[in-house]
C-alpha cells in the first residue's frame, strides 16, 4: 500500500513562523493591507463583520469566522478548516480554535501517524470544541478485510486520544473497489454501531463526474472531500479547460441535491501563481479561498494554517467576498498558471509507453518546487524510484500531448529531474 500524502492540504507560501506578539500584527497585515476598501479588521475582536451575501448558501456566525452545514449531517463546520500535513504548531492550532475554527482535519498518513498524536494531544480537555475527521486507507495492492479497516481507524482513535471520529474517510479513493465495496461498508457499519465514527466520507483527487456520482448516489457517504481552485472554472481558462469544470460544477449539484457536503482541497492550487505579481489590494491566498468560498454548496476548506500569519489571512478570506480585482487577477493569470497544475486524473499515464506514474512524480516535483518542501519531496521521490522512472522516460511528450487539461509534463519532469541531480 502507498503510504503518501495525497490529501494534505496545499500552499503557494513559503513558511514563516511567527509568535503570539506578531499575530496582532500578521493579522492586520492580513487584513488591512490586502485591500483598502475592505471591512475593517475583525481579527482579534469577538464580533466578525456581517457575512457577505452568498446565494443559496446557509452561513452562520461562530466566533471570528462562519460556519455552514456539512449536507445532511446537522454539523456546522467552519469555513476554515485546520489539519492537515504538515500539523500546525500547537500555539496556532489553539488560536483557530478560539476563534470559532471548529473542524480539523487528519490522517495516518500524515507523518507517519504524528499528525494525529499531535493533534490528540492539542485537544486533551477540548474535544468536545471541535469535530475531528481522520482516514484509513483500502489497499490498492493487496487483500484487505473489514477487520484491517477497522483497525486502522482503532490506531487513529487511539493516537487521537479520543472515543469517536466525527467524519472518517476513506484515503484518496482512486477506484470503486477502494470505496464502493460490500466490506468497506461493512467496516462503516460496525464503526458506527460501535460509536467510533459518527459520519463518512472519501477523499478524492480525480473530478471526473461518473467516479464521483456513484459515491454521491451510493448513500453510504455524507462528505467529499474534493480539489476545488480556480484552475477548474471553465471561464478563467477558456480552452484550457478540457472537461473538468463542466464535471466540477456537475458534482456540486449533485451533492447539493442529496445532501453529501462538500469540503474542497488544493485550494492554493500548488502554488499556482505564486510568483505572479499582484496589484496593490489583491492577497493571492485569499483571492483563491474566496473563489472557492462563493459556492455556496462548499462547507469548508482544508488549508494550511501552519503560521499565525496563515491563520490570520485564511480568515480574512471567509470576511468578504472575492473582490472585482482578486477575480480579475485570478482571470487573468489561471489559463498560464493551470499548465502547471497536474489534476492527478492520470489520463496521460495509460499512454506512456514507459508507464511512468506522472501524477505521483509531478506530486513530488509540487512538494520541492512549489511548497519549498525539500524533504517530503525526496521521500516520496524514494518510494516512486523516481530516478529509476525518469531515466525510463523518452521525452516523447505524449504525456503533456494527451493532457486533457494541457499540463507541461515536460517542464515539470524536467524541474524533477534537476531536483533530483
Ligand atoms: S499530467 Fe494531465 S493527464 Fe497526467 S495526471 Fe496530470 S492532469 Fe492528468
Ligand atoms: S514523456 Fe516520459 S512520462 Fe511522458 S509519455 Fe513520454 S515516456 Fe511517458
Not at 477502494?178 to 472519501?202: I, N, P, Q, T
Request: with cysteine.
Amino acid at each position: 500500500m502507498g503510504k503518501t500524502d495525497m490529501n494534505s492540504a496545499s500552499s503557494s507560501r513559503k513558511i514563516r513562523i511567527y509568535d503570539r506578539r506578531e499575530f496582532g500584527r500578521a493579522a492586520a497585515a492580513a487584513l488591512t493591507g490586502a485591500a483598502a476598501a475592505r471591512p475593517m479588521p475583525f481579527f482579534g475582536a469577538e464580533t466578525p463583520p456581517p457575512a457577505p451575501p452568498l446565494p443559496g448558501a446557509q452561513r452562520r456566525k461562530q466566533g471570528a469566522v462562519y460556519a455552514r452545514p456539512l449536507g445532511d449531517t446537522g454539523l456546522w463546520l467552519s469555513e476554515l478548516s485546520i489539519g492537515g500535513s504538515p500539523s500546525p504548531p500547537p500555539n496556532v492550532f489553539l488560536a483557530a480554535l478560539e476563534r470559532g475554527v471548529n473542524y480539523c482535519d487528519t490522517s495516518p498518513r500524515y507523518s507517519q501517524g504524528k499528525g494525529e498524536e499531535g493533534i490528540g494531544k492539542i485537544l486533551q480537555g477540548r474535544r468536545d470544541q471541535v469535530y475531528v475527521g481522520t482516514k484509513f486507507t483500502p489497499t490498492r495492492d493487496g487483500v484487505m478485510n473489514t477487520a484491517d479497516a477497522i483497525r486502522q481507524v482503532e490506531g487513529s482513535l487511539k493516537r487521537l486520544a479520543t472515543d469517536r471520529i466525527d467524519l472518517l474517510c476513506v484515503h484518496g479513493a482512486r477506484s470503486e473497489a477502494e470505496v464502493l465495496s460490500d466490506w468497506v461498508f461493512e467496516a462503516m457499519e460496525k464503526l458506527h454501531a460501535a460509536g467510533k465514527a459518527r459520519f463518512f466520507g472519501v477523499s478524492v483527487h480525480n473530478t471526473a463526474f461518473e467516479f464521483n456520482r456513484k459515491l454521491i448516489e451510493c448513500g453510504k457517504y455524507h462528505a467529499l472531500l474534493i480539489p476545488m481552485n480556480m484552475y477548474y472554472d471553465k471561464k478563467a481558462l477558456g480552452d484550457n479547460a478540457a472537461k473538468g469544470p463542466e464535471d466540477l460544477a456537475a458534482i456540486l449539484k449533485l451533492a447539493a441535491e442529496k445532501g453529501v457536503g462538500i469540503i474542497a482541497m488544493k485550494t492554493l492550487a500548488a502554488g499556482g501563481l505564486a510568483n505572479v505579481p499582484t496589484p496593490d489590494g489583491v492577497s493571492p491566498a485569499q483571492a483563491k479561498l474566496r473563489w472557492v468560498l462563493r459556492r455556496p454548496e462548499v462547507t469548508s476548506i482544508l488549508n494550511e494554517m501552519v503560521t499565525f500569519e496563515y491563520l490570520a489571512d485564511d480568515l480574512a478570506a471567509s470576511a468578504a467576498d472575492l473582490s472585482p480585482r482578486e477575480e480579475a487577477w485570478l482571470r487573468d493569470n489561471a489559463a498560464e498558471g493551470s499548465r502547471r497544475f497536474c489534476r492527478m486524473c492520470r489520463t496521460c499515464e495509460g499512454q506512456c509507453p514507459a508507464r511512468i506514474p506522472v501524477a505521483d512524480l509531478l506530486r513530488a516535483r509540487m512538494y520541492a518546487a512549489d511548497y519549498g518542501q525539500i524533504a517530503r519531496a525526496k521521500d516520496l521521490a524514494r518510494r516512486l524510484r523516481a530516478s529509476e522512472r525518469l531515466r525510463a522516460c523518452t521525452r516523447c511528450g505524449t504525456c503533456e500531448a494527451v493532457c486533457p487539461w494541457r499540463v507541461r509534463t515536460t517542464d515539470l519532469l524536467g524541474d524533477l529531474r534537476s531536483l533530483l541531480g
